[in-house]
């Protein structure tokens, strides 16, 4: 059941009635209408979900999380090759290694790793 972004869409109990109904009535109503705000003087004071929904929410949490890590790598990695490409653009490095024959024997200049 996918739920509403905005709480003022979800259904509300005050906090007496759960106190008075008991908790079997709440879980009800969680599992009728997928989560329930509880009110504690007409403010939204708590959420309450069952448990597959729960799991649900904290799977997608951890999966935008990994992504998002995911994409901040690849986008550290771009900043670290384009920096370096840059410098072999500026007319000096790039020349040096394209303009030099390979010769046999000869030792390759390694540039710095990072």
């Known amino acids: 059941m996918e739920l509403p972004l905005d ?3 979800l259904q509300t109990t005050p906090a007496a009635d759960v106190k008075v109904k008991g908790w079997p009535s709440l879980m009800r109503k969680v ?3 997928g989560a329930i705000v509880i009110t504690n003087h007409n403010h939204p004071d708590a ?3 069952d448990v597959n929904e729960y799991q649900r929410l904290v799977a997608h949490a951890n999966a935008a999380s990994g992504a ?3 994409a ?11 920096e370096h490409l840059s410098s ?8 040096k290694v394209l303009g030099r024959s390979a010769h046999k024997g000869r030792k390759i200049a390694l540039g710095s790793s990072r």
């Open 68 to 70: 998002n890590l995911r």
């Open 88 to 95: 072999l653009k500026d007319g000096s490095g790039l020349s």
């Open 31 to 33: 599992r009728a209408s």
């Open 72 to 82: 901040q790598s690849l986008r550290a990695l771009q900043l670290r090759f384009d």
């Open 47 to 49: 959420v309450v979900v």
């Open 7 to 9: 709480l003022a869409q």
